[in-house]
């Protein structure tokens, strides 16, 4: 049982004050104290290996001045599961454990949220279909595949469900009526490339999804590059009427013949204020982004509302 002290009714009334900091990216913490993750499970096969590992990710980025972590159950399902020999049962204690997790790294601190990660049908995949969308499903089926494990990350008492990584609007769609009827808000969060969708779709009808249902908190972008990001969480503002999420990568390549990332990274901190005055209110880093960079950030918002004239 959560208290008011982080509770959905006190995540929006938060947001409705200003800007929350959120984490950053769970696996690259995770590789930098060692643990192999070149598995189809990724992290998520950590929540049942190594479970103080995943608390030390959290406690980490909650050191560094996030003020939401979201879990390590992206790419966490019944079908991955099972495919390791890991049964119903069990699958549903990982998922859940993801959320305790969170919420023990936060220590019951005031101004500490969880939100539970609920990845796209194609993470399971484990072959960069997330990447692409359109796995040639209908709505419906990729609604009967995100409803149980929804449902299942809901029990487990989070303060909001992150509907993150999205490449289409078909399963974004999908994602919606899953979580119908849960009684958590929601964040919708799209992977995009060269100002669309992973799967080619404009933006606007993306963000468009978001605009009449009063489940979704906030809408926008994540596991992007960082230069897409300012022009995206603009536009989700502007359709959705919503605040914005926004959290891309470091801007690193990922080369998938090599199995590695390429190039310079290119997230800067110092975008913030770009993406609050866009229309941000929930800002953070994906991939390849850690708490040295979160801690930057925070440190960037922090000096920039103290400095910020007081409203008339």
């Given at each position: 049982?959560?208290?008011?002290?982080?509770s959905?009714?006190?995540l929006v009334a938060?947001?409705?004050?200003g800007?929350?900091v959120?984490d950053?990216?769970?696996?690259?913490?995770?590789e930098?104290?060692g643990?192999?993750l070149?598995d189809a499970?990724?992290?998520?096969r950590?929540?049942?290996?190594a479970?103080?590992?995943?608390s030390?990710v959290h406690?980490a980025?909650?050191?560094?001045?996030?003020?939401?972590a979201?879990?390590?159950?992206?790419q966490?399902s019944?079908?991955g599961y099972?495919r390791?020999g890991?049964g119903?049962e069990?699958?549903?204690g990982?998922?859940r454990r993801?959320v305790?997790l969170?919420r023990?790294?936060?220590?019951g601190?005031?101004?500490?949220?969880?939100?539970a990660?609920?990845?796209?049908?194609?993470a399971?995949l484990?072959?960069?279909?997330?990447y692409r969308g359109r796995?040639g499903?209908?709505?419906?089926e990729l609604e009967?595949?995100h409803?149980?494990?929804?449902e299942?990350l809901a029990?487990?008492?989070p303060?909001?469900l992150?509907?993150?990584?999205?490449?289409?609007v078909?399963e974004?769609?999908?994602?919606?009526?899953?979580v119908?009827?849960?009684?958590?808000?929601v964040?919708?969060?799209y992977?995009?490339?060269g100002?669309?969708?992973?799967a080619?779709?404009?933006?606007?009808?993306?963000f468009?999804?978001?605009?009449g249902?009063d489940?979704?908190?906030a809408v926008?972008?994540n596991?992007c590059a960082?230069?897409?990001a300012?022009?995206a969480v603009?536009?989700?503002?502007?359709?959705?009427g919503?605040p914005v999420v926004v959290y891309?990568?470091s801007?690193?390549?990922?080369d998938p013949?090599?199995g590695?990332?390429?190039?310079?990274?290119?997230f800067?901190?110092e975008?913030v204020g770009e993406w609050?005055r866009?229309?941000?209110?929930l800002?953070?880093?994906?991939c390849?982004v850690?708490?040295?960079?979160?801690?930057e950030?925070?440190?960037?918002?922090?000096?920039?509302?103290?400095?910020s004239?007081?409203?008339?």
């Amino acid at each position: 049982m959560t208290s008011t002290a982080h509770s959905p009714a006190s995540l929006v009334a938060a947001l409705a004050e200003g800007v929350l900091v959120l984490d950053g990216g769970m696996s690259n913490q995770l590789e930098a104290a060692g643990y192999d993750l070149s598995d189809a499970l990724w992290s998520a096969r950590l929540l049942a290996d190594a479970p103080e590992a995943v608390s030390a990710v959290h406690r980490a980025y909650f050191a560094a001045g996030a003020q939401v972590a979201i879990t390590a159950s992206y790419q966490a399902s019944f079908t991955g599961y099972q495919r390791v020999g890991i049964g119903r049962e069990q699958a549903e204690g990982l998922l859940r454990r993801s959320v305790e997790l969170a919420r023990t790294a936060a220590g019951g601190e005031p101004g500490r949220w969880v939100a539970a990660s609920v990845g796209p049908y194609g993470a399971v995949l484990a072959d960069g279909s997330e990447y692409r969308g359109r796995y040639g499903l209908s709505v419906a089926e990729l609604e009967r595949f995100h409803r149980p494990r929804a449902e299942v990350l809901a029990s487990a008492g989070p303060d909001l469900l992150a509907l993150e990584t999205v490449p289409d609007v078909d399963e974004a769609e999908a994602l919606l009526r899953a979580v119908a009827g849960l009684d958590l808000p929601v964040w919708l969060s799209y992977s995009v490339a060269g100002g669309r969708s992973r799967a080619g779709q404009s933006l606007e009808q993306a963000f468009a999804l978001a605009a009449g249902n009063d489940q979704v908190l906030a809408v926008g972008v994540n596991c992007c590059a960082p230069e897409e990001a300012a022009a995206a969480v603009e536009l989700a503002a502007a359709v959705s009427g919503k605040p914005v999420v926004v959290y891309p990568n470091s801007g690193e390549g990922w080369d998938p013949q090599a199995g590695s990332w390429a190039g310079p990274p290119t997230f800067d901190p110092e975008r913030v204020g770009e993406w609050t005055r866009a229309g941000a209110r929930l800002v953070g880093g994906c991939c390849r982004v850690g708490a040295e960079q979160i801690a930057e950030l925070a440190g960037t918002l922090a000096h920039s509302e103290a400095h910020s004239p007081p409203p008339t």
